[in-house]
């Protein structure tokens, strides 16, 4: 029974659709989408934030420095899982990138959508630009996506039954989403103030209500803690992003069109204005009035276009049910929609997924659009020069030699290629591989990946550069063009040393 009247006799308060849902259609739509993720899964390479996951991974902790504590622990599993192989990586993105499809179509019969308006919920999320290269890597994102997916169906859920004791299992949800990536927090407030500003603020009095938010905050808490503990580095992580703020905002709405796709903007646009102003969406508007909060704060906030990337799933649902109506019985105008929505898809995927040889993209830097494309190339052969340097010193000066690394990327590519091509493990000041502590002290010399030259004049006697990387495929990355040197004669102990080598970005 709805906890308040208004509510109660809200237009959207019938029952959902008694038709049968088109499960076999809505299983159709997410194994193509499995399929196309699995397909590609295993080309280019590891992306430097998943080389990074690896490598934290195998330093369990409650927090780390720019992220919780979920993906790096959940990257050790599925390499543990699936015997550490890049396909097996990414099986749980394209899994996750499949439940969101459900959970869409899901959405859409909770709001009122028939079959037709299920399908089209469906495919949206299928051939979402942003979707489709969140669930190709394994990083925070990708889990962001799904969790913020699963807490707007158990907000529809709630809005839709008027049953207080939804908020226990949004608030657990939002929880361990908070373990994944502090994002979803913006989606909590924001939900809460659509319910403030609609009947449904009688939703909120309710010791479930109090329950969900004690649950969420005990479930996020590890990171809390851990941050605190140790200083908030992660305060130093939002500095710098903040310094790409001016170029956030002036991208902010275009990426928005881009990334979801020209085919599909229309479709979250429709959902967005239904939400809002349309009377048989009453009783979601609160979801509808989180939705437009949550675009418009990542936006004020100069955050980067991805960010509040969660809610195109319930938008897809919400915009389904004008979309269908407009569709319906209208042959011309489904044909129509089915051809923009090809050829939209078709254009979408080779800049979502390395649908292209690698080599492509020196000529059609289509990395420019999505920036994670070039950097899943080249890490094997990066590591494959530094053993060449390495095992070129005299053994007496090996034995007492580091490889320091400049970020966590490339920390993270010697962790994985390193010991098949006999080096020791890599170090690096770069956000938590701060933490795990300087070189041995025995190492008085180092090979520098991409360390700043300046810095390393300060630490060391002698500094040489000795080779400069180059990916082999003319592609521009972050890599390409980073410079290796060798360093001797260390001035300092690393542990006084140590500290000016911190880097929190």
């Not at 941050?227 to 275009?254: K, S």
């Not at 959902?271 to 102003?277: P, Y």
């Not at 920036?371 to 007496?396: C, F, K, M, N």
């Amino acid at each position: 029974m709805s906890a308040d009247p208004l509510l109660a006799d809200s237009p959207a308060s019938a029952a959902c659709p008694v038709t049968r849902p088109p499960w076999l259609a809505i299983a159709v739509i997410a194994t193509a989408a499995f399929a196309v993720e699995m397909a590609v899964s295993a080309r280019y390479g590891y992306h430097r934030d998943e080389l990074y996951f690896l490598q934290a991974g195998q330093h369990p902790a409650a927090g780390y420095v720019d992220q919780p504590a979920l993906t790096p622990l959940a990257a050790r599993a599925m390499a543990a899982l699936t015997g550490g192989t890049l396909a097996g990586l990414r099986l749980l993105p394209a899994l996750l990138l499949a439940g969101m499809v459900y959970l869409t179509a899901a959405m859409s019969r909770l709001l009122g959508g028939g079959r037709p308006a299920q399908l089209i919920a469906a495919l949206a999320t299928a051939c979402c630009g942003e979707y489709l290269a969140a669930s190709h890597l394994f990083t925070t994102t990708t889990l962001d996506f799904a969790f913020w997916a699963l807490t707007w169906y158990l907000v529809l859920r709630l809005l839709r039954s008027g049953e207080p004791r939804w908020w226990l299992a949004i608030g657990t949800c939002a929880g361990v989403a908070g373990s994944a990536k502090w994002t979803i927090g913006v989606l909590a407030a924001a939900v809460l103030a659509g319910c403030l500003l609609t009947p449904a603020r009688a939703l909120l009095r309710s010791r479930y209500a109090c329950a969900g938010a004690i649950l969420a905050a005990a479930l996020a808490s590890p990171d809390v803690i851990w941050q605190a503990v140790h200083g908030w580095p992660n305060l130093a992580v939002f500095a710098a992003l903040h310094g790409q703020a001016g170029h956030n905002i002036a991208v902010y709405w275009p990426a928005q069109l881009l990334y979801t796709g020209l085919a599909l903007t229309p479709v979250w646009l429709a959902g967005l204005w239904w939400c809002l102003r349309d009377p048989a969406a009453r009783r979601y508007r609160p979801a509808g009035i989180a939705a437009l909060i949550v675009l418009a704060v990542f936006f004020a906030a100069g955050g980067k276009p991805y960010y509040g990337g969660g809610v195109f799933t319930f938008l897809f649902a919400a915009g389904s049910l004008p979309l269908a109506h407009w569709l319906a019985g209208r042959r011309p105008r489904q044909v129509a929609a089915a051809a923009v929505l090809a050829v939209s898809t078709a254009v979408t995927l080779p800049i979502a997924l390395p649908a292209l040889p690698a080599r492509v993209l020196a000529t059609v830097p289509l990395q420019k659009i999505n920036y994670d494309l070039a950097e899943t190339i080249g890490w094997s052969r990066q590591v494959a020069l530094v053993a060449r340097l390495y095992h070129a010193l005299p053994p007496g000066q090996r034995a007492s030699t580091a490889i320091l690394a400049g970020n966590y990327g490339e920390a993270g590519a010697i962790d994985r290629y390193g010991p098949a091509a006999g080096l020791p493990p890599a170090f690096s000041g770069a956000n938590s591989l701060w933490f795990w502590g300087p070189p041995p002290a025995r190492d008085r010399s180092v090979i520098a990946v991409n360390v700043d030259p300046a810095l390393l004049r300060r630490l060391f006697r002698h500094v040489r550069q000795v080779a400069v990387f180059r990916n082999g495929l003319q592609v521009s990355d972050d890599e390409q063009g980073a410079v290796l040197d060798e360093a001797t004669g260390l001035r300092l102990p690393w542990r006084t040393a140590w500290p000016m080598l911190r880097d929190f970005s």
